[in-house]
């Protein structure tokens, strides 16, 4: 495996960092504690017409993640909400930058807009005592790679707590390609601030990075997860402007359920627009592979992955009424000509085999799309898995030839 930086990373950051125009390093979240909206929202038809789960709201979760040593006051800017496909917009007066000093982000109240970026504490590098009266030289700083004119908002592309996501962007007006990126969880736990790094490795390369949050089973059924994702996307491109973002030259990154959603959103009716790869590092393509997997097994994951599908699908099995909605959520049998090329990576020894992509990979052969499957020895699953020495590597480079290439 290769285990340096790809040559289209370094070229995509040559030819579009460039000098600094500001230096940042915040990562400034915002917290929001809304009361819940009440009742239910309607049936979502986002498989067209295939199956309709029931939306619930669900329960806030705070976000904070922080960097160095400057505080900011921050709100969530809500730029509007969007049906998958729909052009509806909201743009307030209250867009959430946070462009700062070498500093930690200290989140505020949400909705606010305000920006408080006066205050910094810097650390106090002259000369001190060692005990014999001569004096300590300072540190030598390292630089930053992300520092050169990032900001990093979080953005509403929805009106639940969970319909937010963070955008790494830099500030220097060039147009660049984007990564969606989407946490696992088992479809009912996880957070966006667990893939902060991994945010922050993508835009150290270069690119725009969208790291999103979706409603999660506890809050929703099946299919607002898909919904969630496919309108984080439409916001981001319809709004491209804001961040310097080409809306047609971008690839969806996907870790475990969230590998799920990703191919979910790539096999939408006949592709997405601008769509040029989908990345699935240990993806639950196929529910029904879960569901059967998960009986009669000692393996308490795999037992645990079969319940996780069952109440993502509304609490039903995949017979009767419900045949229809794990038909909606099995991403397989929605391949077409259309779809974006797919990179999968899993374990050979992991509870999501890889048979869950050689379904997908037969399906999407027939119509001419082309599957990567890629396996490591072991049992890793998810981000333990993107870890493993030179698999990141692989990965960027991969999506480094979809961006940097002139199509598909």
Not at 63 to 90: C, H
Not at 255 to 281: C, D, E, Q, W
Request: with cysteine; net charge positive.
């Amino acid at each position: 495996m290769r285990t340096g930086v790809t040559v289209g990373a370094l070229a995509l950051a040559a030819a579009m960092i460039g000098p600094a125009v500001v230096y940042t390093t915040a990562h400034a979240h915002a917290t929001s504690t809304p009361a819940k909206p009440g009742g239910t929202s309607g049936t979502a038809n986002a498989d067209t017409g295939k199956a309709s789960g029931t939306a619930r709201d669900g329960a806030d979760k705070t976000d904070i993640s922080t960097y160095g040593t400057a505080r900011a006051s921050v709100g969530v800017a809500d730029i509007g909400t969007a049906g998958a496909g729909t052009s509806k917009s909201r743009t307030g007066a209250n867009t959430t930058e946070t462009r700062t000093g070498a500093g930690t982000a200290e989140t505020g109240k949400a909705g606010t807009g305000k920006a408080d970026t006066g205050k910094t504490y810097a650390r106090k590098t002259g000369a001190s005592g060692d005990g014999g009266g001569n004096p300590t030289p300072p540190p030598t700083a390292q630089p930053d790679p992300l520092a050169q004119g990032t900001v990093v908002n979080t953005v509403a592309y929805g009106p639940y707590v969970r319909q937010r996501m963070d955008v790494w962007y830099q500030t220097d007006e060039v147009k660049r390609p984007g990564v969606f990126l989407i946490h696992g969880g088992w479809w009912s736990s996880g957070d966006k601030k667990y893939m902060t790094e991994i945010s922050r490795s993508y835009a150290e390369q270069g690119y725009v990075v969208f790291n999103i949050n979706y409603r999660l089973s506890t809050d929703a059924f099946w299919p607002a997860q898909r919904t969630d994702t496919l309108d984080a996307i439409a916001t981001a491109r319809r709004h491209a402007a804001l961040w310097s973002f080409d809306p047609n030259n971008y690839v969806i990154v996907g870790f475990s359920a969230g590998g799920h959603l990703a191919t979910a959103a790539g096999t939408y009716k006949n592709g997405l627009p601008g769509l040029r790869g989908v990345v699935g590092i240990s993806p639950v393509i196929s529910p029904l592979t879960a569901y059967t997997e998960g009986t009669d097994t000692f393996d308490v994951e795999k037992r645990k992955l079969r319940e996780s599908a069952i109440r993502l699908a509304g609490g039903c099995e995949p017979t009767g009424k419900c045949a229809r909605v794990w038909a909606s959520m099995e991403v397989p049998w929605h391949a077409s000509r259309g779809d974006a090329p797919v990179l999968a990576v899993h374990s050979e020894d992991e509870f999501v085999s890889a048979e869950h992509s050689k379904q997908l990979k037969e399906h999407l052969r027939q119509v001419g799309v082309p599957v990567t499957i890629l396996t490591e020895p072991g049992i890793e699953h998810s981000a333990p898995l993107y870890r493993l020495p030179g698999v990141a590597e692989q990965v960027q480079q991969w999506v480094a030839q979809k961006l940097l290439s002139s199509g598909r």
